[in-house]
């Protein structure tokens, strides 16, 4: 009987394995997209912005419509990663907690940013009106952007190192999952 069973159950762990690799293929593919286009947008995008727009205001303006797609993507992938690692048994649970944990602080750094961080920026920004340039450095209110200005860069920067830890544990453990678990 079990010598009937034992296909049946091999074929299973077979499709299990290939379902784990596939996931792990995906969260290296999605970490390494969503690290680039971070990494854009924060040493291209931004500065490049600055250096060639007439005015901070309009630059800012700029980087401000770039910086909810990179958050919204972060939290996304970092979310869906997460889950992906806790899930994977099998191929790829080599590091599984620590990849999820990467991936949350991925997530929840991006989300921050967006949800906590970026909508206060919006109201410091209303209440000083004018150009943040035009504020006298001493105001309190150009003090609070700045302060939550640097918020956000230290979330970006904490997502980007998140990210990257879990794409490096994601590649090891891509590199232990045998070639027949690999989808075809």
């Not at 099998?90 to 999820?100: C, L, S, V």
Request: aromatic share 4%; glycine share 10%; hydrophobic share 65%.
């Amino acid at each position: 009987m079990s010598a009937v069973v034992a296909p049946a159950a091999v074929a299973a762990r077979a499709g299990e394995g290939t379902l784990a690799s596939a996931w792990l293929l995906g969260a290296i593919v999605a970490l390494a997209a969503w690290l680039g286009a971070a990494l854009l947008a924060a040493a291209v995008v931004a500065p490049a912005a600055f250096a060639a727009l007439p005015s901070r205001a309009l630059a800012g303006a700029v980087v401000g419509r770039v910086l909810p797609v990179v958050f919204l993507s972060g939290a996304a992938v970092g979310a869906l990663v997460a889950a992906g690692a806790v899930s994977a048994g099998g191929a790829g649970a080599a590091h599984g907690r620590w990849r999820a944990a990467a991936a949350a602080v991925l997530a929840l750094s991006c989300a921050l940013a967006q949800f906590a961080v970026a909508p206060r920026i919006e109201r410091a920004r209303a209440a000083i009106g004018a150009s943040i340039d035009s504020v006298p450095a001493d105001d309190p209110r150009r003090a609070t952007f700045g302060r939550l200005h640097g918020l956000s860069v230290l979330c970006l920067g904490v997502g980007m190192l998140a990210a990257g830890t879990a794409l490096g544990l994601s590649a090891a453990a891509a590199r232990s999952v045998p070639a027949r678990e690999w989808p075809r």
